[in-house]
């Protein structure tokens, strides 16, 4: 039995007839819609930063956070994803590729990657970090905080909470409650909320020097350049007439 929609192809017009309608009786099925290039491809990782200095014999890096970290090396770059951490009596400093730095005290492991436009510094459950950098984004302990300057934050002993100490700028909280600390001023929360009476407070400038003393910046700006030597100067001792002596020039004779 022939299809009703398959004429004889042995004749001229059945044959002209099967071309015609051969798409109508046999449609072929829709192309597959186009797969995005990035789709089934790895992610490509850039650099945030590199090692810029190390101090002590702990230095590491976790490429991608995979739990096997590697001794760090000076220069080495450091992707998006990157753990790296310091062990006892060991400080790194890592600047920042669209700038600014960080520096880790000992005992610390942070690690880095981008979110939209603010740098993240997944932060450690331990240790110490001062960055000098605008527009920075700092999660730890459940907190998180954006940066605009130079900040030092601290895990307090035992992980109890987060010290946010601004050196200059100024420092916001974002999660768990907003608020603001200025330049001089100090803040402690953790993940349930924010510690005292809920804002930031002022500290003296001792306080401030020990929140960022183990810092090369601190150093740094702790060295005072002596200033060139002059021989020195001597004014003129002035001539006084000599006692009981009558200094009135005499007229001429």
Request: aromatic letters at 10%; a positive charge; charged letters at 20%.
């Amino acid at each position: 039995m022939t299809l009703p929609c398959i004429p004889d192809p042995s004749s001229r017009f059945g044959l002209a007839m099967l071309l015609a309608l051969l798409p109508a009786c046999a449609p072929l099925p829709p192309a597959p819609a186009p797969v995005p290039a990035s789709q089934g491809q790895a992610p490509v990782l850039r650099p945030v930063g590199r090692i810029t200095f190390i101090e002590g014999p702990n230095a590491f890096v976790d490429r991608g956070n995979h739990g096997a970290g590697q001794p760090a090396q000076l220069g080495q770059a450091l992707l998006a994803g990157d753990r790296f951490y310091t062990g006892p009596g060991t400080r790194m400093k890592i600047d920042f590729w669209n700038g600014g730095y960080l520096e880790i005290d000992e005992n610390t492991d942070p690690s880095l990657f981008q979110d939209l436009n603010c740098l993240v510094v997944s932060l450690f459950r331990s240790g110490r970090i001062f960055i000098d950098k605008s527009d920075a984004c700092v999660e730890s302990l459940g907190t998180k905080s954006q940066q605009f300057s130079k900040v030092a934050y601290s895990v307090m002993p035992a992980g109890a909470y987060l010290q946010i100490t601004v050196v200059e700028g100024e420092a916001r909280t974002l999660q768990p409650a907003p608020a603001t600390v200025p330049a001089g001023w100090r803040i402690d929360l953790t993940s349930r909320g924010l510690l005292g009476d809920g804002r930031a407070y002022r500290v003296p400038e001792e306080a401030i020097r020990q929140s960022i003393g183990w810092t090369q910046y601190y150093r740094n700006q702790s060295r005072s350049t002596p200033g060139p030597e002059f021989p020195p100067f001597r004014f003129p001792r002035p001539q006084y007439p000599a006692p009981g002596r009558d200094q009135t020039p005499r007229s001429k004779r």
